[in-house]
């Protein structure tokens, strides 16, 4: 059984950082690709950022060049630095994990960023 569990969010201030990790177990093979989405309130969940297995990366326009994706193979974790944050990256911020034409989420890790 797959399991997705995020960490690393909270509460920092305009202009800081957060580093958020996510850790895929029950996996064997290297997941196809593996990403960051985040849910504002009242807003529907958006793509942040992804990467593949052979380290080609996605970003959302409104974080390209603030955050970066990495990710450890070995280790089947993907972990999303973020820096000169913003009230506008606030939100739940979720793992996605895609493994074998199945997708796993994880529960979700909270990020708030006061002005």
């Known amino acids: 059984q797959v399991h997705v569990v995020e960490s690393g969010g909270g509460l920092v201030q305009a202009g800081g950082s957060l580093r958020l990790s996510c850790t895929a177990s029950?996996?064997?093979?290297?997941?196809?690709?593996m990403g960051w989405y985040r849910q504002a309130p009242g807003k529907q969940r958006e793509l942040v950022a992804s990467?593949?297995?052979?380290?080609?990366?996605n970003y959302a326009d409104p974080v390209r060049g603030r955050f970066t994706i990495s990710r450890d193979n070995a280790k089947n974790t993907v972990d999303l630095q973020m820096s000169s944050l913003n009230p506008e990256d606030t939100g739940v911020y979720y793992c996605?994990?895609?493994?074998?034409?199945?997708?796993?989420w994880g529960q979700g890790t909270q990020v708030t960023v006061s002005s």
């Open positions: 990467i593949t297995n052979i380290g080609t990366t």
């Open positions: 029950g996996i064997i093979f290297s997941p196809a690709s």
């Open positions: 996605r994990v895609y493994h074998r034409v199945t997708e796993y």
